[in-house]
């Protein structure tokens, strides 16, 4: 009876196990799928398409470049290959502009013929409608619509993916946020976190570190949210006001309250790694005439580097992870920051604050699934880091 219950129990953790492998599998096959969608889609808005004049010689254009022609930046058909003429821009809301609702008829019945009309006849005119619209008298022709390139994404300097005619889902501000952000972040916590677990470890006594442990512990339990919130209040304003900023929502914001974060991975781990160091190679050290401080940083740190470093990584992985926090209090500017002072943007603060407001299939929710596939490579890389240092002895 005994086996039989053992093997009852060992199917059951056997069945469990599979349907978590498959579970993350079938995850990550979904992530993967809904991401690589992104690159069989059209670089202009779905139903839509981009009219030019008969005589206009320009066929191809990138998707920055249209952004750029109907912002008002390009403003003449030479800047992109074609002749010195200067460039309309058309939409179908401007119809109106052009001809009376008379001349329109009924329900726009006449649009067609009439906004082929008018781009015939302006040579530099290109027209943003819908290709329902593009009646047969239509002379002109329509701009290549290729689909989104991974270069274009990948090396992206715009994330604009709500971008009329053409969105940009370039990453690399994005990419940039997060490390830029996580670096500084393990830059300020390293030190703090290491010197409180040499202390815990090494220092103190028993009585303080049990009364410490805890508390650095809880730490970590405390919702991200109201560390954003702390952020937003006590040093977001601090920022403003110490660097004479206009705003204080800034990488540097995010990068204290992620340390702050990140300290109590950091700690924990450490001083568990320093606390197996053995006694008796403290003793040698102490016995060869080495001061207690000349034992720290010469045989205790070098013998539980493994775990420190593990400890940090770990450290990092949060801090890369890390969404509400960060939104709230780094401005979430989608540009590529030049100083720790600028407001940027990072990945799981875009999917968060994007992924409810994207079209369900549509190119902008694949871009965001593209995000987290970015995400997990980081992510993936950070564990295989962990997986290697923490395998390394002395």
């Known amino acids: ?70 912002d008002g930046e390009i403003t003449n058909w030479s800047q992109l290959g074609g002749d010195d003429t200067p460039i309309t821009v058309f939409r179908l809301e401007n119809l109106t502009d052009y001809y009376s609702e008379e001349e329109l008829g009924p329900e726009y019945a006449y649009a067609g013929a009439k906004i082929a009309e008018l781009i015939n006849k302006n040579p530099g005119m290109i027209g943003f409608i819908p290709n329902t619209y593009i009646d047969k008298t239509f002379q002109g ?28 889902f370039g990453i690399l501000p994005l990419i940039t946020g997060t490390l830029w952000v996580s670096f500084f972040a ?27 442990k805890p508390v650095i512990e809880l730490l970590s339990g405390i919702p991200s949210v109201v560390y954003g919130f702390f952020g937003l209040i006590v040093i977001v304003p601090l920022i403003q006001k110490v660097f004479h900023l206009p705003v204080g929502e800034s990488g540097l914001a995010g990068s204290i309250v992620l340390a702050i974060m990140a300290l109590p991975t950091i700690i924990t781990v450490s001083e568990d790694a320093m606390r197996n160091c053995p006694r008796s190679m403290r003793e040698a050290s102490l016995a060869l005439g080495a001061s207690k401080w000349q034992t720290i940083y010469k045989v205790v740190i070098p013998y539980s580097i493994s775990g420190i470093t593990s400890g940090v990584v770990l450290g990092i992985g949060r801090a890369i992870g890390e969404t509400m926090a960060v939104l709230m209090v780094t401005g979430n500017a989608a540009v590529i920051p030049h100083t720790i002072l600028e407001p940027l943007r990072t990945i799981p603060a875009t999917i968060a604050a994007e992924l409810g407001e994207a079209p369900a299939g ?33």
């Open 186 to 212: 393990i830059l300020f916590a390293l030190p703090f976190g290491l010197s409180v677990s040499i202390y815990m470890s090494e220092v103190s006594n028993h009585k303080v570190r049990d009364v410490l």
């Open 141 to 168: 022709h329509l701009i290549k619509d290729k689909t989104i390139s991974m270069k274009d994404v990948l090396t992206g300097t715009e994330w604009f993916p709500t971008a009329t005619p053409a969105p940009l």
């Open 362 to 394: 549509g190119a902008h929710y694949q871009a965001l699934f593209l995000l987290g596939v970015v995400l997990f490579f980081i992510t993936l890389i950070i564990n295989f880091s962990v997986e290697y240092i923490s395998s390394r002895q002395k």
């Open 1 to 70: 009876m005994k086996k039989f219950f053992e093997r009852i129990i060992e199917g059951i953790l056997t069945c469990s196990g599979f349907v978590t492998s498959i579970t993350i599998l079938l995850i990550i096959v979904f992530l993967f799928s809904e991401a690589f969608g992104l690159f069989g889609s059209k670089a202009i808005e779905d139903g839509y398409v981009l009219a030019l004049n008969k005589q206009n010689k320009v066929t191809d254009i990138t998707p920055a470049e249209i952004k750029k022609v109907f």
